[in-house]
């Protein structure tokens, strides 16, 4: 069973539709992650939360909502989608916040159009 | 920024070769992580080396960390062309948790 599952694995929509990916983790890790992975494959942290609190919060803009109703889950909200938002999305997570490895998805691949 | 920069961008070699890959960053970190990912795949954890650890060993892994000159290598012994992937590395500084920009592996059987 995969350890970090996000769904859905592909989702192709038009500009200005609001959509949500969702991510869960059997781990039992504290923390949970989003990143964006563009076309150069260069891969940049949104989010951290630890225990369902919000303890990163990068330049993302305001669009773009996490939401951890458990520590077990971390759901992004993305509104009012651009054209630039198209990237893959990487949930993460770790036992704790440092000193550990992370354990990733496979990504959900957005697509605007 | 935080962020570590892998050398080369990508490298090509055949199979049973050794295979180098350099990570550089900017600050003092806690410790460095190096990870694979798979075309169209998520990142795979391969190994951990802490900031007071010099050299370490996973398998056909061996990675070095040089704190005084702020980098990192990552070999990759008798390579295999399942190998081929994307490698990454990634410093943590106990606030921060940042990817490198990638080396693109190609083991070409």
């Known amino acids: 069973d995969t350890a970090v599952s996000q769904t859905p694995k592909y989702l192709v929509t038009q500009m200005g539709n609001d959509k949500s990916i969702k991510c869960e983790q059997n781990?039992?890790?504290?923390?949970m992650y989003w990143y964006k992975q563009d076309s150069k494959k260069f891969l940049k942290i949104m989010f951290s939360?630890?225990?369902?609190?919000?303890?990163i919060n990068e330049t993302v803009p305001n669009r773009f909502s996490p939401k951890s109703p458990d520590k077990a889950h971390l759901n992004l909200h993305i509104n009012s989608l651009e054209l630039g938002d198209s990237a893959v999305y990487f949930c993460?997570?770790?036992?704790?916040?440092?000193?550990?490895?992370?354990?990733f998805g496979s990504g959900t691949r957005l697509t605007v159009v | 920024s935080q962020q570590g920069e892998e050398d080369p961008q990508a490298l090509s070699i055949q199979e049973g070769e050794n295979a180098t890959m350099n990570c550089s960053y900017k600050?003092?970190?806690?410790?460095l992580q190096w990870y694979r990912q798979n075309s169209g795949r998520g990142l795979v954890h391969l190994i951990l080396?802490?900031?007071?650890?010099r050299e370490k060993h996973s398998g056909r892994l061996r990675v070095t960390l040089d704190t005084s000159k702020k980098s990192s290598s990552l070999l990759i012994t008798a390579s295999r062309a399942a190998d081929t992937a994307s490698y990454f590395c990634?410093?943590?500084?106990?606030?921060?948790?940042?990817f490198g920009t990638g080396t693109s592996l190609t083991v070409i059987p």
């Open positions: 600050t003092s970190i806690n410790n």
């Open positions: 990634a410093t943590d500084n106990n606030s921060q948790f940042y």
């Open positions: 993460a997570s770790s036992p704790q916040r440092t000193g550990q490895g992370y354990t």
């Open positions: 939360y630890n225990n369902k609190e919000l303890i």
């Open positions: 080396i802490r900031s007071n650890e």
């Open positions: 781990l039992g890790h504290d923390t």
